[in-house]
């Protein structure tokens, strides 16, 4: 079995470019919340959306192409182009490499509309790129071609999961050795249809307060945008190469939550599994990424269900939790990617930022976990936990 190593990290979001912003400067951070499209139905006067300002698009692509690519098109490709770059790939390194993206949900309307002006017609040849408004359903094929990637390429649409499972799938193709060389992550963009489903979704928790993390009172969601990429390899290529690696691979577990089993409990046990897949314990793990944003939704508080237990059941455990979503919003599957690509950061550079908006109803121990202490970060466990009953765990270390 090949192991396998993350390479290359590229990041657009609300808060900038690159991962360099919450690192080097998280206290004077200010996202660019802005409000709710009076057009979409606000759910709250006090809502607000993170939306992405400034990228190096322009980097990547022409003014022409700029202008034939729908949003989400252009986050995930220029996300791409900063990863190949921070990754040192090669023409020649990357013609094999497979492409495996997640997005939350593929934007069905906006299909129909496509669909439905060329039935009847005669046409030798269409263009994804001249009909932006389905590149949600086609990036990760636009990418493919852009990057002149010819290895598998898929696109996964299935929650805010999508992109750690098309991470774990991935990291499949290139441990059993049918590639050497993946891009991996996830997009999403504040379209229209993707504000009016979440108006839909999450009504409830849109409404009040603040954002709040591991809490039980409601906050309210800041519905976030941006792309996040990374480039996996087999430890052997990259070393062939020369390429520097921010951690390995070691272990993944994913599931659904049964009807008749708690969703807590199925958590810790995906964390003991992938733990045990790994070769590690809990009083050695350094760091856990935790998916939790909002406030009280079933998910969450499953999450610290889990987490209150994992430290009961380990006094031993010195792990730091770290949520990135709050910091950049809640970004759904491109938040997911964010999980891992800051995990693998931490862990090659051996700090992190300190998580904000934590609710002051959250037990003692997770305000000093939540927190910047001393602990040496060799190992990550990236949790991830979707609202549809989903879960995915996945096991970093230092290479």
């Known amino acids: 079995m090949e192991r396998v190593v993350i390479t290359g990290i590229g990041v657009v979001g609300p808060h900038g470019t690159g991962l360099e912003p919450i690192f080097n400067h998280p206290g004077d951070l200010a996202l660019p919340f802005a409000p709710w499209p009076e057009a979409i139905d606000p759910p709250h006067r006090q ?7 400034d990228y190096p698009v322009k980097r990547f692509f022409t003014e022409r192409q700029i202008r034939l690519m729908d949003r989400a ?41 496509f669909i439905q002006p060329q039935l009847g017609q005669q046409k030798t040849q269409l263009n994804a790129a001249d009909f932006p408004k389905i590149a949600r359903n086609v990036a990760c094929g636009q990418v493919a071609i852009r990057y002149r990637m010819q290895g598998p390429s898929t696109v996964l649409a299935s929650g805010s999961l999508a992109s750690v499972e098309a991470l774990a799938r991935a990291a499949h193709y290139i441990r059993v050795g049918r590639s050497k060389v993946a891009l991996v992550g996830g997009y999403e963009s504040l379209s229209k249809f993707s504000l009016y489903f979440l108006r839909r979704l999450y009504a409830s928790h849109l409404a009040a307060g603040k954002p709040q993390f591991f809490g039980t009172q409601p906050g309210y969601l800041v519905p976030s945008e941006g792309s996040c990429m990374l480039v996996l390899e087999s430890a052997a290529h990259a070393e062939a190469r020369g390429a520097a690696a921010y951690c390995s691979v070691d272990a993944w577990d994913a599931g659904r939550f049964g009807a008749d089993f708690s969703a807590g409990q199925a958590l810790e046990d995906s964390w003991a599994r992938a733990l045990a897949r790994a070769g590690n314990t809990p009083a050695s793990l350094g760091l856990i990424s935790a998916a939790s944003g909002g406030a009280n939704r079933t998910h969450e508080l499953a999450e610290r269900s ?18 990135p979503r709050s910091l950049v919003g809640e970004g759904e599957s491109w938040a997911s990617a964010l999980q891992v690509a800051m995990a693998a950061f931490i862990l090659k550079h051996g700090r ?26 060799r190992s990550a466990l990236v949790s ?16």
């Open 306 to 323: 889990a987490l209150n237990a994992f430290f009961e059941k380990n006094p031993g455990a010195a792990a730091q939790v770290h949520t």
């Open 47 to 53: 809502a607000r959306i993170a939306q992405v300002t």
């Open 352 to 377: 992190s930022p300190a998580t904000r908006n934590v609710a002051e109803d959250v037990p003692a121990q997770f305000h000093k976990r939540l927190h910047d202490d001393d602990i040496s970060h």
């Open 384 to 399: 991830g936990v979707g609202s549809g009953g989903n879960f995915c765990s996945i096991h970093l270390s230092r290479p």
């Open 73 to 113: 098109m252009a986050l995930s490709s220029t996300a791409a182009g900063l990863a190949i770059e921070n990754a040192g790939l090669s023409d020649a390194e990357r013609l094999e490499a497979c492409t495996f993206l997640g997005t939350a949900r593929a934007e069905l309307p906006s299909c129909y509309q």
